[in-house]
């Protein structure tokens, strides 16, 4: 995994831990929020990292 998409992860693990301990209930949304927006990014990063191999000859 690439060095954006640990950030990601940990951002990700931070924020829906505050999420679950948030005592107010605009705290708590702004925390999910947070944890989505960084989910999506964890996964975009995921998905442009990834290496696709293109093999123009069927076999």
Do not use: Y
Not at 1 to 7: E, R, Y
């Amino acid at each position: 995994m690439s060095k954006s998409a640990w950030l990601f992860l940990c951002l990700t693990v931070v924020t829906g831990l505050l999420a679950l301990g948030a005592t107010s209930e605009e705290g708590q949304t702004a925390a999910m929020v947070a944890a989505g927006v960084s989910t999506s990014l964890l996964l975009l990063t995921l998905f442009m990292g990834r290496k696709i191999k293109f093999d123009p000859i069927l076999r």
